[in-house]
C-alpha cells in the first residue's frame, strides 16, 4: 500500500525558515517523481514543486521560486521542502504527492499544516 | 500560465441523478506527438486529501466506480458522475500538466439534496 506521511509544519514567524519531511512507502521510491501541493484554508490547490526521480530536475511556480527548495534522498525514501522567506500568504495544508514523471498526482499524503504569522 | 475555469462553482442533486460538471483550459491541452491530454480530475472529499479520479482527461484510476466519466479534448473538459451516490459529497478539481506552472481549477462543489 503507498503511504506518504508529511511532518515538520507547525507556525513560524514571516521572515523565518522551516522544513517540511514526507517519508514514502509502500513503492519504489526513486522510481517515481514527487511534488508538493498547497492549499489554503478554504481554498483550492496549489502546486509547488517538483523534483525528477534522480533530483537533477526540479520545477516551481514563480510564486515560490528562489525560496522554496524541494530535494529529495532515495536511500531513505524521504522528500523534503525547504522553505524560507515564509510570507503570511504562505500559510496552507501541505501535500506530498506522487507522480509518474510529468503527470498527475495520483496518490497524496495526509497533509501538515503550515501557518506564518507573528 | 495556463487558466483553469470550471463551473458551476457548486451544485445540489439528488441521489441518483446524473451530474456534469465543466472545466475549460486557456490553451489546449492536447499534445499533438501523442494525441493525450494533459488533464486530471480529483475529488476532495471533506477532511480528506484530494485523490485523483482521472487522468490523461478520459483515464479512470484503478478502483474509480465506473460512474465517473471523464471526456473532452483540447480545451473544454467535462467530469460526469452518471448516478449520483451520498458518498460523492466533495469538491471536484481539474488539474493541467501540460506545462508549468501545473495549475487548477476552482473546483465544483458537490451537494447531496
Known amino acids: 500500500e503507498v503511504q506518504l506521511v508529511e511532518s515538520g509544519g507547525g507556525l513560524v514567524q514571516p521572515g523565518r525558515s522551516l522544513k517540511l519531511s514526507c517519508a514514502a512507502s509502500g513503492f519504489t521510491f526513486s522510481n517515481y517523481y514527487m511534488a508538493w501541493v498547497r492549499q489554503a484554508p478554504k481554498k483550492g490547490l496549489e502546486w509547488v514543486a517538483t523534483i525528477s526521480t534522480s533530483g537533477s530536475r526540479t520545477y516551481y511556480p514563480d510564486s515560490v521560486k528562489g525560496r522554496f527548495t524541494i530535494s529529495r534522498d532515495n536511500a531513505k525514501s524521504s522528500l523534503y521542502l525547504q522553505m524560507n522567506s515564509l510570507k503570511s500568504e504562505d500559510t496552507a495544508t501541505y501535500y506530498c504527492?506522487?507522480?509518474?514523471?510529468?503527470?498527475?498526482?495520483?496518490?497524496w499524503g495526509q497533509g501538515v499544516m503550515v501557518t506564518v504569522s507573528s | 500560465d495556463i487558466v483553469m475555469t470550471q463551473t458551476p462553482s457548486s451544485q445540489a442533486v439528488s441521489a441518483g441523478e446524473k451530474v456534469t460538471m465543466s472545466c475549460k483550459s486557456s490553451?489546449?491541452?492536447?499534445?499533438?506527438?501523442?494525441?493525450?491530454?494533459?488533464l486530471a480530475w480529483y475529488q476532495q472529499k471533506p477532511g480528506q486529501s484530494p485523490k485523483l479520479l482521472i487522468s490523461?482527461?478520459?483515464t479512470r484510476e484503478s478502483g474509480v466506480p465506473d460512474r465517473f466519466i471523464g471526456s473532452g479534448s483540447g480545451t473544454d473538459f467535462t467530469l460526469t458522475i452518471s448516478s449520483v451516490q451520498a458518498e460523492d459529497l466533495a469538491v471536484y478539481y481539474c488539474?493541467?500538466?501540460?506545462?508549468?506552472?501545473?495549475?487548477f481549477g476552482s473546483g465544483t462543489k458537490l451537494e447531496i439534496k
Open positions: 490523461w482527461a478520459s
Open positions: 490553451q489546449s491541452l492536447l499534445y499533438s506527438e501523442n494525441k493525450k491530454n494533459y
Open positions: 504527492a506522487r507522480t509518474v514523471a510529468i503527470s498527475a498526482f495520483d496518490y
Open positions: 488539474e493541467q500538466y501540460y506545462d508549468t506552472p501545473f495549475t
